[in-house]
């Protein structure tokens, strides 16, 4: 097992898909995340993926993260939106390093987000409460939307 090592999250942008707002954040564990290539695929799957349903089958507020880790497996896309005010929608898809142009669905079987994933979630937890929740009843999207993450972990 590896030891620790502090990976560096950074915010890259705000995506703008019909009516929906995706904030996108790269995780890598070079210093920089390195892939353009890949960030332009998994950039245009976002429009797939946000169609894909769940089995709660609740309404969603067009609003969410991307995070994209280039780790050591390969790079993990997952894909996270708000559904009910109070609920996330999440997928991870797996590129290997030999095949960055296929996305493999690999959650559903148990598999959470990662150590250094769980720091974006987290910060996306706090600013949805803040933002939305402890608005209502006049949420502030556009807030959420312009609170973001960079930081070393």
Partial sequence: MDSYKKRRIQFKEVVSLKDWKIKVYCISKEDQFQHPDYYKQAIAKIPSWLEMKNSFNSRDDKIGFLILHAGNEGIFAIINWWIDRHMMNSHIFLSTYKKLDQFQKISGDGLAPCIW???????????????????????NFQAYADDIINKVV
């Fill in 117 to 139: 994933e769980l720091e974006v979630i987290n910060h996306e937890r706090v600013s949805w409460t803040k933002h939305v929740l402890q608005a209502m009843p006049e949420p």
